[in-house]
Each structure stands twice: as structure tokens, then as C-alpha cells.
T-cell receptor
Framework: AQSVTQPDIHITVSEGASLELRCNYS??????LFWYVQSPGQGLQLLLK??????LVQGIKGFEAEFKRSQSSFNLRKPSVHWSDAAEYFC????????????FGQGTELSVKP | NAGVTQTPKFRVLKTGQSMTLLCAQD?????MYWYRQDPGMGLRLIHY???????AKGEVPDGYNVSRLKKQNFLLGLESAAPSQTSVYFC??????????FGDGTRLSIL
């Protein structure tokens, strides 16, 4: 069965420090992969997506993610975190042979220290 | 440009009551989805639709029904609400093979 695992429930980083959020997936075919961000009380906003091609993808707000097929991973990175990045981050696999539905990870809550 | 609009934003129900959540999108998307979000569990798919007049079950469909009578609207119904259905509900829509756009959610409490 398809699944997505985000091993870190909560991460705290200092403002200006680098960030890496981990995501591992289980899917038999070539995956469509996404990272979404959710601020408190808000819906989900797309940060970036991987469909095919270059395995390093750039997103909004200075985020990037790297698809590693051999490790079944799609980790999210940012070189310098800003206080406004504090939010919850979700990794998801898109099942485009099943109506495009998304399988989400449990989420990682990011706190930013001044 | 409204995007995906969910109505209502908040609701409190008593056990056994029924209600309908409305999702409307103005992007002419073919696909629409209903998810629920619970702490520590991410979002889980309830039902989805790949076109007007069609619906399909997701991961957690029990206790819910849906209808897609018009392309722009996707309704989620609770026939007899239970406390286990207390959650935040999100609607999303997309073109085929494209990222989903999410609404701001409906917070539903069932007492």
C-alpha cells in the first residue's frame, strides 16, 4: 500500500539556520511528490512539486526539495530559515492513476527561535 | 479570484444531527476532493470526484456521503453525526495531473 512517512513530528531551528525536513514514501510506480505548508487556521499552500525530470526542484519562499529514488525520499530544504516559516509542513504522494488523490504524511511542525 | 470556498467555516452539532458541507471552486477544475485533518494523522481522503456526476470512496468514507451535481460544487454530507467525526474538513480541487488547490477548511465539533 502507498504511504508517506515524515519521521519528525516537531522541529525547532534558530532563525537564519538551515533546515531539512525529511519525507519517505512507499509507492510502486514513479511518484508525483509534493510539499505543502499550512499556517495555523489556514488551508494548505503548495510549496513545490516533483513530477519528472530534474530531481532537485525549486519552490516558493526559497524552499527546494530533492527526489532520491534509491532512498525513496523527498526531503525539503531551506538554507536560511525566517521566523515567518514557522508552520506545519506536509509531504504527499499523488496517485495519478487513481483520480489524482493525495496520500499525506503526518506532518512536521516547525518552530523558529529568534 | 476566490479559488476554493468552503461553507460554513465553523459548526457545532449534536450527536445524531445531520449537516452538509459545501465546497465551491471557480477554476473550472475537473477533480474535487474532501479530506479530514486530525492531530498527528495528516490529511486523509474521505471521498473524491473526477467529474460532474461521479464520486468515489477514499481512505475513510464511512459515515459520509457526497454529491457532485454541478462541476463547480462538491457537497459532503453527514447523515447522523458522531463525536468521532469531530475534525477539520478540507476541500480541494485540481485539473487532471496537476497540484490540488485547498480551501481554508471547516472546523466541525460534534458533542
Amino acid at each position: 500500500a502507498q504511504s508517506v512517512t515524515q519521521p519528525d513530528i516537531h522541529i525547532t531551528v534558530s532563525e537564519g539556520a538551515s533546515l531539512e525536513l525529511r519525507c519517505n514514501y512507499s509507492y510502486g510506480a514513479t511518484p508525483y511528490l509534493f510539499w505543502y505548508v499550512q499556517s495555523p487556521g489556514q488551508g494548505l499552500q503548495l510549496l513545490l512539486k516533483y513530477f519528472s525530470g530534474d530531481t532537485l526542484v525549486q519552490g516558493i519562499k526559497g524552499f527546494e526539495a530533492e527526489f532520491k529514488r534509491s532512498q525513496s525520499s523527498f526531503n525539503l530544504r531551506k538554507p536560511s530559515v525566517h521566523w515567518s516559516d514557522a508552520a506545519e509542513y506536509f509531504c504527499a504522494v499523488g496517485l495519478y492513476n487513481q483520480g489524482g488523490k493525495l496520500i499525506f504524511g503526518q506532518g512536521t511542525e516547525l518552530s523558529v527561535k529568534p | 479570484n476566490a479559488g476554493v470556498t468552503q461553507t460554513p467555516k465553523f459548526r457545532v452539532l449534536k450527536t445524531g444531527q445531520s449537516m452538509t458541507l459545501l465546497c465551491a471552486q471557480d477554476m473550472n477544475h475537473e477533480y474535487m476532493y474532501w479530506y479530514r485533518q486530525d492531530p498527528g494523522m495528516g490529511l486523509r481522503l474521505i471521498h473524491y470526484s473526477v467529474g460532474e456526476g461521479t464520486t468515489a470512496k477514499g481512505e475513510v468514507p464511512d459515515g459520509y456521503n457526497v454529491s457532485r451535481l454541478k462541476k463547480q460544487n462538491f457537497l459532503l454530507g453527514l447523515e447522523s453525526a458522531a463525536p468521532s467525526q469531530t475534525s477539520v474538513y478540507f476541500c480541494a480541487s485540481s485539473h487532471p495531473n496537476q497540484p490540488q488547490h485547498f480551501g481554508d477548511g471547516t472546523r466541525l465539533s460534534i458533542l
